[in-house]
C-alpha cells in the first residue's frame, strides 16, 4: 500500500498581498509560512516516509525543511512546480487581474483546457508533466509514505486528475497553504482520498489561514 501526502506550501507575502506568484515567481515563507511549515511537521513528524519531494521552488522546500534534521534528503523536482500564469505573475489581484483570472476559469470548467494566459502554461501542459513525476514516483514506490510538497494550481490539477474527477472540476479541491490531501494508492494503482485540505495542524496551533479569491 502506497500513501501520498500531498501539502501546498506555507504563506508567502505574495500570498499575503494577493499577488500572483505562478511557477516564474520565486518567493520566500513568510514568518507565517514558517509557523506553517513547522506544525505541519509537528503532526507528521513521526509518519515514517520513504521519500520526500518538494518543487524546484523555494517556497515548498522552505515547508518541509524540518524535515532534513531527521535525516530525510528532500528531492526537487521540476514536473511539480507551481503552474506558469504569465503575463499575470507578479501582479496585484487589482480589477483587471480579477478579470482576467475569471475568464480564463471560466474557460477552463467549460472544459477548453488548452487555453491559457498569454506566455502562460495550460492545464494539460501541466497535467502532462505531473503525470511524468507520477509515472516516475510509482516506477519506484508503490508501498509505504511519500510526502510531496506543491503548489496551489498545480495541486488541483493534480488531484482532479489522480482522482478521476477531470480537470474541468479542478476548482472544486480547495489549497489552504500547508493543507493536507492523503490519497491511498492501490497495488492496481487505483486511488482514493483519505484526506482533502486538512488543516487540523494549523488549527491546533492557532495558526490563521489567509486566502484570496482572484474571481471577486
Known amino acids: 500500500m502506497l500513501k501520498l501526502y500531498l501539502i501546498r506550501h506555507g504563506e508567502t507575502d505574495y500570498n499575503l498581498r494577493g499577488i500572483v506568484q505562478g511557477g516564474g515567481v520565486d518567493s520566500d515563507l513568510n514568518d507565517t509560512g514558517r509557523k506553517q511549515g513547522r506544525a505541519f511537521f509537528e503532526v507528521y513528524k513521526d509518519v515514517p ?8 521552488l523555494k517556497r515548498t522546500s522552505q515547508t518541509i525543511d524540518d524535515f532534513r534534521h531527521l535525516g530525510y534528503e528532500i ?10 500564469w504569465g503575463d499575470l505573475e ?9 478579470r482576467m ?37 510509482f516506477e519506484q514506490e508503490l508501498r509505504g509514505n511519500v510526502l510531496i510538497c506543491t503548489h496551489g494550481r498545480t495541486l488541483r490539477i493534480i488531484l482532479a486528475d489522480l482522482l ?11 489549497h489552504d497553504n500547508t493543507g493536507v490531501n492523503i ?26 489561514v489567509s486566502r484570496v479569491d482572484y474571481r471577486k
Not at 488548452?114 to 505531473?130: A, K, M, S, Y
Open 183 to 208: 490519497l491511498h494508492v492501490e497495488a492496481d494503482k487505483s486511488i482514493n482520498a483519505l484526506k482533502l485540505n486538512c488543516i487540523e495542524h494549523l488549527e491546533k496551533h492557532n495558526l490563521a
Open 75 to 84: 528531492e526537487k523536482h521540476e514536473g511539480i512546480n507551481e503552474f506558469g
Open 164 to 174: 478521476g474527477e477531470g480537470l474541468q472540476n479542478m476548482h472544486l479541491f480547495h
Open 90 to 98: 507578479g501582479r496585484p489581484a487589482d480589477d483587471e487581474t480579477k
Open 49 to 56: 516516509f520513504t521519500k520526500i519531494y518538494s518543487s524546484r
Open 101 to 137: 483570472f475569471r475568464e480564463i476559469t471560466t474557460e477552463w470548467e467549460n472544459g477548453n483546457l488548452d487555453v491559457g494566459l498569454p506566455n502562460g502554461e495550460t492545464p494539460l501542459i501541466v497535467q502532462e508533466r505531473c503525470r511524468r513525476f507520477f509515472d516516475m514516483l
